[in-house]
């Protein structure tokens, strides 16, 4: 598929989804939106496609919503509104929802619903320059939509600071919270060790680990978490890809799956 504001590509196994508005500063409407949409989808389709990079073009990750997109909104009505939020949503679930492992690259500015993109990554590298801003009731707006993943990834104490103020904070101040895992230099070198990590991991084990995560987020510990933990393992022990990687270490060789980034 042609799009107009995203690009994607796929190369031995990685999947490159480019924001592609560098003269907006990759804000996004709702044909961004809905082409995100689609490229999420074909990746968690494409067999091929084991780990997934959300990068962006430009000095900016992106600097949130539109600004035109938004002043439409404020012409709708009611149901108009609460069919573009749900598409929103659903991009942010998408994301969130992937089989597949996620990385994001966070240059320069990332305001408003890109903190939402962030926040439903797996893991998510920044520039030392880069910043966050929640910045949705300095124009009278809230963050609705992205705030479960964020109060995620930063917690509810933060959330209710940085929500709240829309104050912009560094990247630094966001590897402290939770929201960054790493700040680099260069976004190559740190990506190209990360892929070869994920490349040289069993697909479906990481797929049914992200499940796990997301099944076992916030349970209490008891009978019912103790079971689903009990099944998880039975099932991807006599899996396909289980077997051949307990035979694989016993017999001191590469599993099937291994593979290096080019």
């Given at each position: ?46 067999n091929e ?61 990332a ?24 910045s ?12 479960p ?13 940085y ?9 630094a ?28 991991n ?5 797929s ?27 099932e ?14 016993l ?12």
């Amino acid at each position: 598929m042609n799009y107009q504001y995203i690009t994607l590509e796929t190369n031995d196994g990685v999947a490159t989804l480019t924001l592609n508005r560098p003269e907006v500063h990759n804000a996004f409407d709702d044909v961004m939106i809905g082409e995100l949409i689609d490229a999420l989808t074909q990746v968690e389709q494409d067999n091929e496609a084991r780990v997934l990079v959300l990068r962006s073009n430009g000095r900016n990750f992106s600097a949130g919503a539109d600004l035109g997109w938004m002043r439409s909104m404020a012409d709708k009505n009611y149901d108009e509104n609460i069919a573009d939020a749900s598409e929103l949503a659903r991009l942010m679930a998408t994301l969130d929802e992937l089989s597949k492992p996620t990385i994001a690259l966070v240059q320069g500015a990332a305001f408003g619903g890109a903190v939402g993109l962030a926040a439903c990554s797996d893991i998510v590298l920044a520039e030392e320059r880069s910043s966050f801003c929640l910045s949705e009731v300095k124009i009278g707006l809230i963050p609705a939509v992205i705030s479960p993943y964020v109060m995620r990834a930063i917690g509810t104490r933060q959330s209710r600071r940085y929500m709240l103020t829309a104050e912009r904070f560094s990247a630094a101040q966001a590897q402290q919270m939770g929201l960054v895992h790493d700040i680099v230099d260069d976004f190559d070198s740190a990506l190209d060790d990360l892929l070869a990590t994920f490349l040289a991991n069993s697909p479906a084990a990481v797929s049914a680990c992200k499940q796990l995560i997301a099944d076992i987020d916030q349970q209490p510990i008891a009978a019912e978490s103790q079971r689903l933990t009990i099944e998880r393992i039975a099932e991807i022990r006599v899996s396909a890809e289980g077997q051949e990687g307990l035979t694989a270490f016993l017999e001191k060789r590469s599993p099937n799956w291994k593979k290096d980034p080019q």
